[in-house]
């Protein structure tokens, strides 16, 4: 699976971003898909998480809870992240990850598969 994700850019603080993750290679619909980020210094961490089937159960940070939104089309082979009332903390480069499966893993070491990244940079 190949994954492109893109987006990115720079906002104030309490504005808003959509990311995207473009998928390729085998069938996304079979995959569990994944947004992490990692601030310069920091270890990579998890966003958020949506599972594959026709649930689409969607799993949270706590820190981003009522603020992030993970969706996906699966007739489009891409994932979202609608990221609103972004903070300047939240600056970072944000990662869509993918793993076959049905049951959501939030630890990154679980996910098979990792984009390149798009910057997220968040003024105060």
């Known amino acids: 699976v190949q994954l492109q994700a893109s987006g990115g850019g720079l906002v104030q603080a309490g504005g808003s971003l959509r990311l995207s993750c473009a998928a390729s290679?085998?069938?996304?619909?079979?995959?569990?898909m994944g947004w992490f980020r990692q601030a310069p210094g920091k270890e990579r961490e998890f966003v958020a998480a949506i599972s594959w089937s026709s649930g689409y159960n969607t799993y949270y940070a706590d820190s981003v809870k009522g603020r992030f939104t993970i969706s996906r089309d699966n007739a489009k082979n891409t994932v979202y992240l609608q990221m609103n009332s972004l903070k300047a903390e939240e600056t970072a480069v944000y990662y869509c990850?993918?793993?076959?499966?049905?049951?959501?893993?939030?630890?990154?070491?679980?996910?098979?598969?990792w984009g390149q990244g798009t910057q997220v940079t968040v003024s105060s």
């Open positions: 990850a993918a793993r076959r499966g049905t049951v959501v893993n939030t630890n990154k070491s679980w996910f098979e598969y």
């Open positions: 290679g085998r069938t996304f619909s079979n995959y569990v």
